[in-house]
């Protein structure tokens, strides 16, 4: 399987626990974004690396939220202290830089489902 | 302001029917332009790019774009039950910039 793949799947915790997600892009696939989408809402950008570089994080995410592309290859978001608030659709996708900083199409993994009980 | 608008529907149509699907966007300096498809419970999955003004056919996705209009269109010829599903409108910015999506809209086919 040449795609992004996502692990876990699903994920329940309980609130106040700390969960890790994991996220492997298409091989050669140089960025890697990471989205949280929630019911009637499309994905909300959280951040993005290009390589091993965060490039950009998005304002509203919280300091509980931290991510890394140690290597430049797969991914990992952790959630510290997690809240009900967290519950959501965690969405990996990668795309490859083309010449001119030119951005090709992106791809997304299967998702990681987290409830915060 | 949001950045990318669609109607959120539900859109109905009869099977065979031309589902169109729009959205507007608020940065001119926008070059780049996707949709996608979501089946409920599902990942997004990319159908059609586009990137200049114009038309752009695949099969029986069309994707529209009207730079001047900050618009983009996808239409569905002969649809089909199996196209109901959420349409996903996202757009980039140049440079090291992220994908900024609508909330997409909900399409019924109905047989």
């Known amino acids: 399987d040449t795609g992004v793949s996502q692990n876990p799947r699903h994920k329940i915790t309980k609130r106040g626990q700390n969960v890790t997600f994991r996220c492997d892009p298409i091989?050669?696939?140089?960025?890697l974004y990471w989205y949280r989408q929630t019911l009637g809402q499309g994905p909300e950008f959280l951040t993005y690396f290009q390589n091993e570089a965060q490039l950009e994080k998005s304002r509203l995410l919280s300091d509980r939220f931290s991510a890394e592309r140690p290597k430049g290859s797969f991914s990992t978001l952790e959630i510290q202290r997690t809240e009900q608030g967290d519950s959501a659709m965690y969405l990996c996708a990668s795309s490859r830089m083309a010449g001119g900083g030119a951005n090709t199409e992106a791809f997304f993994g299967q998702g990681t489902r987290l409830t915060v009980v | 302001q949001k950045e990318v608008e669609q109607n959120s529907g539900p859109l109905s149509v009869p099977e065979g029917a031309i589902a169109s699907l729009n959205c507007t966007y608020s940065d001119r300096g926008s070059q780049s332009f996707f949709w996608y498809r979501q089946y409920s419970g599902k990942s997004p999955e990319l159908i059609m790019s586009i990137y200049s003004n114009g038309d752009k056919e695949d099969g029986r996705f069309t994707a529209q774009l009207n730079k001047a209009s900050q618009y983009v269109s996808l239409l569905i010829r002969d649809s089909q039950p199996s196209d109901s599903a959420t349409y996903l409108c996202?757009?980039?910015?140049?440079?090291?910039?992220?994908?900024?999506f609508g909330k997409g809209t909900r399409l019924s086919v109905i047989a």
């Open positions: 091989s050669e696939h140089n960025r």
């Open positions: 996202a757009v980039k910015h140049p440079g090291n910039t992220p994908l900024v």
